[in-house]
């Protein structure tokens, strides 16, 4: 993937869990719930229909109780590699409205890479031009994409282990 | 596929020309145009890059000799039946600005069905909202699609019999 420095965010890091696990980590509403969101926020309600066209609808809600849906759709899958979806577009490829938590749209790339210690992790977020970039940046992007990353690991690794789940 | 009226412009035909040969029409730059753009505005430049997350390019001259480019992309391709793309996302499923002729987004799919006389062709335009959609009705989209739909046959009609193309 050609990466637009100008217009393009990544976050990248080795995890230790294997691609599989995090794959079914992103896949699985039941597992988004448990990591998608920087406590002290959390993911109240998720839909995932794993197709290109199919739906991934979320709902954030704040530590003051007030719940914020982003509804968008996954555009490619490889399984255990790559998933690729938006929010500039609904279900079924519908045009959205702009009506996210965020004043501009983004695609999301999840590149998951086997690694010797488990999973070279890229998470690259795609914008219309440099200002909804710098936007998402200063709105905190790898601190809060980083934060939720840490969750993921933390619950699977636990979940794996019969801790949690 | 679900129609929503409110939401969504259809224009359904039976055309005298094979599913393979409307396909082409669709997908080679060199038939794009001399079709695609209801005369008398015409298509000057066409790139496509046919993959899911491919570019769509279109350029449109109008009589005054003004050229309006269009940029999207393609989201799914089920060759010889089914080709859906949008101007809500450019190259690659980068949100597209708002920059293209018309003043909203939308996702075209164009189903072609074999026919007892040639190709069931239906072209479908999804918004975002009732007003998009009004908006795209009001501007002729049912004279516009129609009359390219002409075009279309009866350019592919003549390059099969060897007077054009």
């Keep these: 993937m ?5 217009l393009d965010l990544v976050l990248e890091r080795v995890i230790d869990l294997s691609p599989e696990l995090v794959w079914a980590a992103w ?6 719930k448990h990591w998608f969101t920087p406590r002290p926020w959390s993911t109240v309600d998720c ?8 739906i991934f609808r979320t709902v ?12 968008g759709c996954f555009l490619e ?3 255990n590699r790559k998933l690729v979806f938006t929010d500039a577009l609904e279900a079924n490829f519908r045009p959205a409205r702009q009506e996210s938590s965020l004043p501009f749209h983004f695609t999301a790339t999840i590149l998951i890479e086997p690694h010797g210690k488990g999973t070279k992790y890229t998470a690259i977020a795609m914008h219309a031009d440099p200002d909804s970039c710098k936007k998402h940046e200063e709105m905190g992007f790898h601190e809060g994409w980083g934060k939720a990353l840490d969750q993921l690991v933390g619950y699977m690794n ?5 801790h949690a789940g």
């Design 2 to 6: 050609k990466i637009d420095p100008k």
């Design 27 to 32: 896949t699985e509403p039941e597992h988004i």
């Design 47 to 54: 839909e995932i229909d794993l197709r290109p066209g199919g």
């Design 60 to 71: 954030m809600r704040s530590p003051d109780g007030e719940d914020h849906p982003n509804v």
């Design 77 to 79: 899958i490889v399984p």
């Design 158 to 162: 636990a979940a794996r282990v019969g």
